[in-house]
């Protein structure tokens, strides 16, 4: 890459002379300068490529090389979900390695940061490089992480998601339903002329992000930045009434699943209003449904935690997000951006072996499947009042009262 700018520089230099030179001796004694410079680079870009490249960091070469979960405790995925990343991100254009930090090296000093609640001495000791270097990297980053993220959140599919089809208690009744909405609360750090606006509920800083997640625990859309004391149901308009937003709209028929905090519309289906809703009201054998609205809201919610699901694995894998880290702010609004983008790539490249995925499909199954009593008391909930199916198209047609 120098060597190619080296050259480069060198042409424009000579062929800015040219322009101005009308000696041809001096002119041709150029030209065999630039071919030459020409057949140089050839030679050099022609050259098997080598292993490692010189100015890899030994502290990263022995974590590449080392035990899986030394690599996967700093970096937050597995080894090779960081080298395909890595390599992406060089593909693309995104980074550049420099004359002394090659791109794994960034994207590893970015990772270490948004994976642990660090101080940046911590990073500048590991990496052996100064605080200047470190904060340069860490926002070129992120910068090419978020540029991703048109890439890594899709919209939903749209055939009933396996999770749905393969359990009896949802399918058929929910089946086009095609994700969840909620509103999440990350913890931010603001200056205090800012702070107002910025309280939640609890009286606590937290910037409010609209996100929207499959059944597959992949995020398909996220809008963060909200001060903390605005209405989710607020955000969720401001999102729909601006198209510049993309939000992935559910087609006709479709719907996502949103909490109490929202109201019926179209495309959008709430729970029952004044009904028994959270799952810790239907614990204990006295408390399951009693009535069809009650069995509706039960697995309505069941279906919902998957936000909750996918949002304790980022903050799991992403840490950073706990901490109201003092960057400015609309650093912090990027980071939920970049460690989303991030969440579904390693989903993506590595969703089985993955160890946060992995623990959180072993309670995977949205809701157990009924059997012998409790299934024959549910069946007959559903033929003495109307089935989901017909409250969910009440819910589509806006009668629910
Ligand atoms: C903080 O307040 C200033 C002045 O009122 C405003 O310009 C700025 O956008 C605010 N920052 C945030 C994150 O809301």
Redesign the pocket.
Known sequence: MTLWNCFCYLWLYFSDSCTSSDDFDIELDEMELVATGYLFYYSRVNRPQRKSPPTICTYLKDLLEGPVEDCRDLLRMDKHVFHKLSEILRGKGLLRDTPSVLVEEQVAIFLSIVGHNQRIRVVQERFQRSCETISRHFNTVLKAVKSLSCEFLQPPPLETPPEIVNTKRLYPYFKDCIGVIDGLQIPAH??A??QS?FQNKKGILTQNVLAACTFDLQFIFVYPGW?GSVEDSRILRAVLDDPNQNFPQALKGKYYLVDRDYTNTEGFIAPYPGKRYCLHEFRGASKMPKNAHDLFNHRHNCLSNIMQRSFSILKTRFPILKSAPQYP?HVQRDLVIATCALHNFIKREDGIHDWLFATGAEDAALVEEPCGKEEEEELQLLHLDSTPVELVADSLCGMTS
């Open positions: 603001l200056p002329n800012n606006r001060e702010f």
